[in-house]
């Protein structure tokens, strides 16, 4: 059976790119633009291996103000992509987690020391930078 993974990224560029590049023989990946779709499918099917933004922007439809309806981007916390991968675990307690991040010293060390995540690999990253992350976490 080929290796599952899920791209979690809502920048779309980034996201295609992963996603061609890590479907290969024996590999299968699909993408996702936000955090809630991506709960979505890890509860519906499994998965081996996500790679997921630290910093998700979601596109969806929210209120602001006096009820006025409004749609576009929502900034979602900082560590978005952190409270994901922790939601992730809990629904499939195997799989393993890399953050993508582009972030501080502090996003990194917050990332680290949750636990949850496996590897850490930062923007702008080469295909390289991916597939090593990848091959120790598979190792394992």
Known sequence: ???????????RAISELLTELLTVPGRNAVSVG???????????????????DYSLLELDNFRVGAGQPHSGLRFLPKAAGLTLARKARQNQP????????????????????????????????????VEEALAKLLAH
């Open 1 to 11: 059976m080929a290796l599952g993974i899920l791209v979690v990224e809502s920048d």
């Open 34 to 52: 936000n955090s809630s779709k991506a709960l979505d499918l890890l509860a519906e099917r499994h998965f081996d291996l996500m790679l997921v």
């Open 94 to 129: 195997g799989l393993k987690i890399i953050i993508l991040t582009g972030s501080d010293e502090e996003a990194l060390t917050a990332a680290m020391g949750s636990g949850i995540v496996d590897a850490i690999v930062r923007k702008p990253f080469s295909i390289a930078e």
